[in-house]
């Protein structure tokens, strides 16, 4: 089976711009979270969504914003980035019940110069 | 609070020793906790979970021990490995409401191999 699949890799953008990190999760998983990884405040909740609907938010800014479609992929977009927001996005998903056995992707690494 | 801890944020131990990795927790309302091991460029990986009406839980080579009267969870390896050489983090989730809730993690225990 295969596992939680994120894309890009790497990303490097400039201050202002946006951006559009895309996540599959493992077949059959209807729950699909993001969090966000820096050295400083360590793996912090972004959004949950199950089923197209979001289920759960984080303590992010609006721009920030995230959906899920029918086929349970996910999109997280940040627009007008700014410098903090460089570091490793994470996706995560699993079968249903909240954040139970959630598998990771590695992530996208976002670098805003 | 919300916030989960971890004692220390480096242990180091000697191949084939047994490890253990202390974390403390805030939120009396957490009924779930996670264990996961990130490698250097990969995400996190799930090790272990326990609910929180149990109080042991056994993998392989791998213990978790949640006590709750003191808010600590610990995760044991047994026999420890070049290949356990990771960072830990645990996670404790809060029920918001429903069957919803936010998985909070701690800022994780790096955990050095002697040979």
Redesign the interface.
Known sequence: KAGVTQTPRYLIKTRGQQVTLSCSPISGHRSVSWYQQTPGQGLQFLFEYFSETQRNKGNFPGRFSGRQFSNSRSEMNVSTLELGDSALYLCASSIGRTNEKLFFGSGTQLSVL | GESVGLHLPTLSVQEGDNSIINCAYSNSASD?F?W?KQES??????II?IRSNMDKRQGQRVTVLLNKTVKHLSLQIAATQPGDSAVY?C?E?IR?RG??????????TTLQVKP
């Not at chain 2, 069957?99 to 994780?108: A, D, V």
């Open positions: 779930y996670i996961y460029g990969k995400g996190p990986q799930f979970d983090f996670a989730n918001v069957n919803t809730g936010k998985l909070i993690f701690g800022q994780g």
